[in-house]
T-cell receptor, first 112, second 113 residues
Framework: DAGVTQSPTHLIKTRGQQVTLRCSPK?????VSWYQQALGQGPQFIFQ???????QRGNFPDRFSGHQFPNYSSELNVNALLLGDSALYLC???????????FGDGTRLSIL | GEDVEQSLFLSVREGDSSVINCTYT??????LYWYKQEPGAGLQLLTY?????DMKQDQRLTVLLNKKDKHLSLRIADTQTGDSAIYFC?????????????FGAGTRLAVHP
């Protein structure tokens, strides 16, 4: 039973570029959440998708957007990258929003 | 407000018990979680407790919840070197039928011989 999978594992971009990160939820899960974890900090909630719609959003600018597909997989897009966007981006999935969230290993994004 | 606080560092001897503490501020939390993060990895769900429970035991792990004081603790019995990691406390906050997780900054547990 595959857990949450994320791709790519590492990514290097330069300021101003755009990036797309991908996530496949754990089998049986229908809700995907994205978190940003800066070095030495706890994860910060970006947004949550259920039934292909954004249901909740954290305190992140509109440069951060997402999408959920009919097979429940999800993408996180970040436009106009800033140095401060360098972080580990974690995807979590659950069955409905109230169930425990299971995390993938993350995508480490470095901005030069 | 949404705030979760944890002590940053804990050092224990192998075989002893570890107790990691956490305080939170939002009384509307539905569940409270403990996650473990090893270097270069994502978060592993260790255990969780519903907000109307006082205690939950799962093998070597014991979670205690004091809802009045908004205090959560994780006790690891017979701590091993493989338990060395960062432990995150998180509260699940409901909003419009959906839940998001608010994390603390993490407690780094170091286990020495």
């Amino acid at each position: 039973d595959a857990g949450v999978t994320q791709s790519p594992t590492h990514l290097i971009k330069t300021r101003g570029q755009q990036v797309t990160l991908r996530c496949s939820p754990k089998s049986g899960h229908d809700t995907v959440s994205w978190y940003q974890q800066a070095l030495g900090q706890g994860p910060q909630f970006i947004f949550q998708y259920y039934e292909e719609e954004e249901r909740q959003r954290g305190n992140f600018p509109d440069r951060f957007s997402g999408h959920q597909f009919p097979n429940y997989s999800s993408e996180l897009n970040v436009n106009a990258l800033l140095l401060g966007d360098s972080a580990l981006y974690l995807c979590a999935s659950s069955f409905r929003s109230v169930q425990p969230q299971h995390f993938g290993d993350g995508t480490r994004l470095s901005i030069l | 407000g949404e705030d979760v606080e944890q002590s940053l560092f804990l050092s224990v001897r192998e075989g002893d018990s570890s107790v990691i503490n956490c305080t939170y501020t939002d009384s509307s939390s539905t569940y409270l979680y403990w996650y473990k993060q090893e270097p270069g990895a994502g978060l592993q769900l260790l255990t969780y407790i519903f907000s109307n429970m006082d205690m939950k035991q799962d093998q070597r792990l014991t979670v205690l919840l004091n809802k009045k004081d908004k205090h959560l603790s994780l006790r690891i019995a017979d701590t091993q070197t493989g338990d060395s990691a960062i432990y995150f406390c998180a509260e699940s906050l409901p909003s419009g039928g959906y839940n998001k997780l608010i994390f603390g900054a993490g407690t780094r547990l170091a286990v020495h011989p």
